[in-house]
């Protein structure tokens, strides 16, 4: 059974350009959450989609946006990239929408490393 | 609104010790918490998933145990390996209806030298 899909896995783009990263969930997964990744702040959520909803998003800008089509695959999308844009972005995908109350397990993908010169 | 903290924050040990990491969360009211590995500029890799309902878990020389009374959660890993060498993260749910979102620890750096 394939696992969570990322592409690309690395990228290199000069500031005020835009980016769009792809993930592909596990069969039958229908929850795709975004997070970033920094030295400096760790794990920070970015949005969760859910049967192509989003239901819920983090403290960032509204640079980054995503979006899930009718199959779970879900792409973010960042514009006008800053430095400060340099992270490693995961995707982790879940059986159903990872509440409080609900046991589901998350997986994530090897990530997206974005590097912002 | 959770907050999760782990302890250490770094680990260095010879090979075939046994070790604990620790894991300590504000909000008592989960159902469930994630461990994770994670190795240099990788993705996250599920290690177990602990439900309230379980209080421990394991899989093959890991353990995880979970007190929501005290806000805390172990991860025992037994007979350690240089292959353990790793960031390990816990992560909780963040409580109340915020769908899809895991807060994490800034986690333990571990290093196993032969």
């Known amino acids: 059974k394939a696992g969570v899909t990322q592409t690309p896995r690395y990228l290199i783009k000069t500031r005020g350009q835009q980016v769009t990263l792809s993930c592909s969930p596990i069969s039958g997964h229908r929850s795709v959450s975004w997070y970033q990744q920094t030295p400096g702040q760790g794990l920070q959520f970015l949005f969760e989609y859910f049967s192509e909803t989003q239901r819920n998003k983090g403290n960032f800008p509204g640079r980054f946006s995503g979006r899930q089509f009718s199959n779970s695959r879900s792409e973010m999308n960042v514009s006008t990239l800053e430095l400060g844009d340099s992270a490693l972005y995961l995707c982790a995908s879940s059986l159903g929408p990872l509440l409080q109350g609900m046991n589901t397990e998350a997986f994530f993908g090897q990530g997206t490393r974005l590097t912002v010169v | 609104k959770q907050e999760v903290t782990q302890i250490p924050a770094a680990l260095s040990v010879p090979e075939g010790e046994n070790l604990v990491l620790n894991c300590s969360f504000t909000?008592?009211?989960?159902?469930?918490l994630q461990w994770f590995r994670q190795d240099p500029g990788k993705g996250l890799t599920s290690l177990l998933l602990?439900?309230?309902?379980?209080r421990e878990q394991t899989s093959g020389r890991l353990n995880a145990s979970l007190d929501k009374s005290s806000g805390r959660s172990t991860l025992y890993i037994a007979a350690s390996q240089p292959g353990d060498s790793a960031t390990y993260l816990c992560a909780a749910p963040a409580g109340g209806t915020s769908y899809g979102k895991l807060t994490f620890g800034q986690g333990t750096i571990l290093t196993v030298h032969p």
């Open positions: 909000d008592s009211a989960i159902y469930n």
């Open positions: 602990i439900q309230s309902s379980q």
